[in-house]
C-alpha cells in the first residue's frame, strides 16, 4: 500500500514564525503535492513538485514555498505564519506524470496561526 | 479551465436509505479522467474510483455505485443502503490527460452524514 505520511497532525504557531510542514511517501512516487482544505473551498492546489529540485505553483502559492531535495519528501514552509493561514494541509503522491494517475493522501496536518 | 461542481454542500439521511451524491464537471479534453475520494473525520481522503472518458459503463462495487454520463457531463455516486460509517466528506475529482503534473481539480466536496 501507498503510504504518504505527515509529520505532524496538529500544530499551533505565532503569527511570523517561520513553520515547516513535512512530508514523505514510500512508494518512489515521482509527484508530490501541497493542498490546503477549507471549509466550502474544497481542496485548492499550493505547490507540485515533479521531480527532485523542481516545484511548480499551483492556484494558491502566494505565502508560501516548497523544498524537494529528495525523491520521497516534499516540504512545504510558510516564511511568516499569518492567521489567514490557519487551515488543514494535506500532502498527495502519485506515480508520474502520465494523465489520471491516483493520487494518494497523508492524513492532513491541522496548522492553527495565533 | 477544469471545473467540479458539486452542488449538494450536505447531506442527511436515516441509516438504509439509499444516498446519491452529484457531481457536474466542464473540460475541453476529450480524454479525461474522474474521481470520487472519501474523507472521513480522522482526515485522510481515501481513493474510492476511478474513471476515464471513453469508459461509460456503471460502475458496482458494493453498497457503492457510480453513474457516469457524457452527455451531461456528470459522475454521480451512488450508495445503497446507508450506513453511520459511510458519514464523511465525499470529493468529486476531474484529471486532465497526458503531461499534466497538476492532475486534480477537486469539487468542493459533500458531507454526508447518515443518522442511526
Known amino acids: 500500500d501507498v503510504k504518504v505520511t505527515q509529520s505532524s497532525r496538529y500544530l499551533v504557531k505565532r503569527t511570523g514564525e517561520k513553520v515547516f510542514l513535512e512530508c514523505v511517501q514510500d512508494?518512489?512516487?515521482?509527484?508530490m503535492f501541497w493542498y490546503r482544505q477549507d471549509p466550502g473551498l474544497g481542496l485548492r492546489l499550493i505547490y507540485f513538485?515533479?521531480?527532485?529540485?523542481?516545484?511548480e505553483k499551483g492556484d494558491i502559492p502566494e505565502g508560501y514555498s516548497v523544498s524537494r531535495e529528495k525523491k520521497e519528501r516534499f516540504s512545504l514552509i510558510l516564511e511568516s505564519a499569518s492567521t489567514n493561514q490557519t487551515s488543514m494541509y494535506l500532502c498527495?503522491?502519485?506515480?508520474?506524470?502520465?494523465?489520471?494517475?491516483?493520487?494518494?493522501f497523508g492524513e492532513g496536518s491541522w496548522l492553527t496561526v495565533v | 479551465a477544469q471545473k467540479v461542481t458539486q452542488a449538494q454542500t450536505e447531506i442527511s439521511v436515516v441509516e438504509k436509505e439509499d444516498v446519491t451524491l452529484d457531481c457536474v464537471y466542464e473540460?475541453?479534453?476529450?480524454?479525461?479522467?474522474l474521481f470520487w475520494y472519501k474523507q472521513p473525520p480522522s482526515g485522510e481522503l481515501v481513493f474510492l474510483i476511478r474513471?476515464?472518458?471513453?469508459?461509460?459503463q456503471n460502475e458496482i462495487s458494493g453498497r457503492y455505485s457510480w453513474n457516469f454520463q457524457k452527455s451531461t457531463s456528470s459522475f454521480n455516486f451512488t450508495i445503497t443502503a446507508s450506513q453511520v460509517v459511510d458519514s464523511a466528506v465525499y470529493f468529486c475529482?476531474?484529471?486532465?490527460?497526458?503531461?499534466?503534473?497538476?492532475?486534480?481539480?477537486f469539487g468542493s466536496g459533500t458531507q454526508l452524514t447518515v443518522l442511526p
Open positions: 473540460t475541453r479534453d476529450t480524454t479525461y479522467y
Open positions: 474513471r476515464n472518458s471513453f469508459d461509460e
Open positions: 513538485s515533479y521531480d527532485v529540485k523542481m516545484k
Open positions: 498527495a503522491s502519485s506515480l508520474d506524470r502520465t494523465g489520471g494517475n491516483t493520487i494518494y
Open positions: 475529482a476531474l484529471s486532465e490527460e497526458i503531461g499534466s503534473a497538476r492532475q486534480l481539480t
Open positions: 512508494m518512489d512516487h515521482e509527484n
